[in-house]
């Protein structure tokens, strides 16, 4: 069965801080995936997706940067955070087919003091 | 550009009363509506979806009802329970999206006991 995996659960930086956020999906090959951010417990903001290795789609110009060294891996960055950054990260998978469900990873809490 | 409109932003039913959540599209290609559902602290799940094939489809105590031609499709909850109080997204969805999905706003509902 796919599982997906974000770490860490929880994060307090401080402003001015480098952030790395890693998710890793297992049990499926070649998915898309997708980091999104929700302030407030409220809307997704989609910041970025990937359909393959290296290939990187931004969504909101900002501070932030994505990677996908691997297949299965994808990685949130910044080298400096804003106190606007604060929010909760969610990672997402899904495999191609125009009808398939796309599944959360469990999130990271971010606050940025 | 908003694509996908969902109302109410909030919700507040009684226990055992019915919930009803609403999603309004732009973008006639749209031929997928799920529903999913986001308890706090968590990833968001689907919940449920249907296609434009049927105007109706029903799984336990969550419908969608979809009018093609009002361009909205709607979430039904029955004999509302207090496990159902979570936040609510559509995500329309067409084969020209390729990757990249689309959620609305998203609804808090609080069902009393």
């Known amino acids: 069965s796919q599982t997906i995996h974000q770490w860490p659960a929880t994060l307090v930086q401080p402003v001015g801080s480098p952030l790395s956020l890693e998710c890793t999906v297992e049990?499926?090959?070649?998915?898309?995936l997708y980091w999104y951010r929700q302030a407030a417990g409220r809307g997704l903001q989609l910041l970025f997706y990937?359909?393959?290795?290296?290939?990187i789609s931004s969504e909101v110009p900002q501070n932030l940067s994505a990677s996908r060294p691997q297949d299965r891996q994808f990685i949130l960055s910044s080298k400096k955070l804003l106190l606007s950054d604060s929010g909760f990260y969610l990672c997402?998978?899904?495999?191609?087919?125009?009808?398939?469900?796309?599944?959360f990873g469990p999130g990271t809490r971010l606050t940025v003091l | 550009q908003q694509q996908v409109k969902q109302s109410p932003q909030s919700l507040i039913v009684q226990k055992g009363g019915i919930s009803i959540i609403n999603c309004a599209y732009e973008n006639t290609a749209f031929d997928y509506f799920p529903w999913y559902q986001q308890f706090p602290g968590k990833g968001p799940a689907l919940l449920i979806a249907i296609r434009p094939d049927v105007s109706e489809k029903k799984e336990g105590r969550f419908t969608i009802s979809f009018n093609k031609s009002a361009k909205q499709f709607s979430l039904h909850i029955m004999d509302s329970q207090p496990g159902d109080s979570a936040t609510y997204f559509c995500?329309?969805?067409?084969?020209?999206?390729?990757?990249?999905?689309?959620f609305g706003q998203g609804t808090e509902l609080s069902v009393k006991p």
């Open positions: 995500s329309p969805k067409g084969l020209n999206q390729g990757g990249k999905l689309i």
């Open positions: 990937s359909v393959g290795i290296g290939q």
């Open positions: 049990g499926t090959s070649n998915p898309n």
């Open positions: 997402a998978w899904r495999v191609g087919g125009p009808y398939n469900e796309q599944f």
